[in-house]
């Protein structure tokens, strides 16, 4: 039997590289009552075998209703970390436990706690990239999907501490005119592209919409044609009548895009270094490899005090509720 070893993974577990690993996790889904979510990020085959692949947003109202009695995320740990949260009843896997978040790393509970306590008339807005401590301290969760209807729906007068990411909370800043105070975040991906690559890249493909997700820097906004989230900037390559897309965010993303418009071109945007930057090392962490042992073996298993989960539930609640009231 031919094997390779996991030995990045939690299972360091022999695989019999004879097995067809889309049958095995299917018959393994069936078997335990199983449910594989998978965010846009993922690797090309993790997509192919999930059950449901969506942005935070949609993955987060995916967890919250199905009737699985195992969640496999393919995602990041506070995307598990949600999935728990939403649903304590039942088992959440994470194929690989180093599967974090640069964003989330940025936003350490303590500090914020004090920046909470320094500023105690301000009704805190986390974006969802977030760790389980920071939802606790938080009063509405939100995603780039629906961050400008939540801020917009509070009144005017209301102060708003906007964290983690300074990026999506200054282009929030913009577009709906609130004085937002910022937490001073940041994904890594997001913040690694070129400017200067871009603008050859487009000069080279002049026809290309540069479309972006509000996670950027502003330069890089500021000559987008479209922005929006993850699931917006799919849905725009997918309308558009534009054959050629210069995508600003994870280029995992490509995947779904080069799927739903095989015939248009998706370009991936340029970091400003020659590694692939573009690429979130966190995302990639996970392999169909390790999703097959995670599903086997039921581990690693996501785990977390009931007081926090009781806590950080509210505001993730209270999303999803003003998520369904906009009928986003």
């Not at 509970?109 to 969802?128: A, G, R, T």
């Not at 007068?157 to 709906?176: C, S, V, W």
């Not at 479309?211 to 044609?225: F, G, N, R, T, V």
Request: hydrophobic content about 40%; aromatic content about 8%.
């Amino acid at each position: 039997m031919e094997t390779k070893n996991l030995t990045k993974g939690y299972l360091d577990v022999p695989i019999d590289l004879s097995l067809d690993l889309f049958q095995e996790i299917n018959n393994l889904k069936k078997e335990k009552n199983a449910i594989i979510l998978a965010h846009y990020y993922q690797d090309a085959d993790i997509q192919d075998i999930a059950d449901f692949i969506g942005d935070s947003l949609a993955l987060s109202q995916e967890a919250a209703k199905t009737p699985a009695k195992i969640i496999v995320f393919a995602g990041v740990h506070f995307m598990a970390e949600t999935a728990k949260i939403l649903c304590p009843d039942k088992k959440v896997l994470l194929p690989d436990l180093n599967a974090g978040c640069s964003l989330a790393d940025s936003c350490p509970s303590d500090k914020f706690k004090e920046f909470k306590l320094k500023n105690p008339d301000h009704l805190v807005i986390s974006y969802i990239n977030c760790s389980s401590e920071i939802k606790a301290l938080t009063d509405i969760i939100c995603t780039s999907s629906n961050a400008e209807k939540i801020i917009n729906s509070l009144p005017k007068e209301q102060k708003i501490i906007f964290a983690p990411d300074k990026n999506l909370g200054a282009y929030m800043r913009k577009i709906t005119g609130r004085d937002l105070l910022l937490w001073d975040g940041s994904c890594m991906v997001h913040e690694i592209f070129s400017l200067e690559k871009i603008i050859k890249l487009k000069n080279k493909y002049p026809n290309a919409k540069i479309i972006a997700h509000p996670e950027c820097e502003e330069d890089l906004l500021e000559i987008a044609d479209f922005i929006g989230s993850t699931s917006a900037l799919l849905a725009f390559t997918k309308k558009s009548e534009a054959k050629e897309f210069i995508v600003v965010t994870e280029s995992g993303i490509l995947h779904q895009m080069m799927k739903n418009s095989p015939e248009k071109l998706f370009l991936a945007a340029p970091p400003n270094n020659s590694c692939a930057c573009n690429e979130c090392p966190y995302m990639k962490l996970n392999t169909l490899e390790k999703l097959y042992n995670c599903l086997k073996y039921e581990l690693p298993e996501i785990n977390l005090p009931i007081e926090l989960m009781e806590s950080a539930k509210k505001p993730i609640i209270k999303m999803l509720e003003l998520s369904a009231k906009f009928g986003i």
